[in-house]
């Protein structure tokens, strides 16, 4: 095989990479789309909740995962300029975060229960059961996150980004793509955690 060959090879395979990874995230966004439409369409329901807050913990979760997206584009930066140390410190910095991110939405599902809230059973609701369904299915994709995290690391510290980086591309789409996915999920539960169409009604044909 020669050089060409062996250049468009590589080509094709870096293709077929970002192509799986391109069909995963939609996948992920078809999963979550259906779920925040089952979520509206539940709130016609006359139990829903009118007045649920979402846990304190949450907003202390979005600023994590923000500042987790910030330090992987930072090693990003480094590791675009082949400083492989400072990429390995901002990995790992990444990781840190996606720790206290999890730890911080354990704590949000306490603070839930600590109000009465509860996944199942007679104590739960179909507006809770959502909120936990959603951050929990979102959860263990920053797990499966923290797991591709963890293999970057290893793989910068065995210098195997030196010629070859689509690796560390593909991951730091996937982490950025869970920081916009967690951003939508907060942003479409704290506007629509309480609006209720239970009295809305369709205006009646006036008599002539």
Sequence with gaps: ????????????????????????????????????????????????????????????????????????????????????SKTSFWIGTTFLLSVLFVISQFLGFQELISKGYYFTGAQSTVTTSFLYVLSMLHLVHVLAGMIVLIVVYINNKKNKYKEEKLGFELAET??????????????FLYFFRSVSYTHLTLPTNREV
């Design 1 to 84: 095989m020669d050089l060409e060959e062996q250049q468009e090879l590589k080509k094709k395979h870096r293709r077929a990479r970002k192509m799986m990874l391109l069909f995963s995230l939609l996948s992920i966004t078809m999963t979550f789309a259906g779920l925040t439409s089952a979520y509206i369409v539940s709130k016609s329901r006359p139990d829903w909740l009118v007045d649920f807050q979402l846990p304190d913990y949450f907003i202390s979760s979005t600023l994590i995962i923000v500042f987790s997206s910030i330090s992987m584009w930072l090693a990003k930066k480094s590791i675009k300029n082949d400083n492989f």
């Design 174 to 187: 996937f982490w950025h793509f869970l920081g916009f996915l967690w951003l939508y999920l907060f942003v």
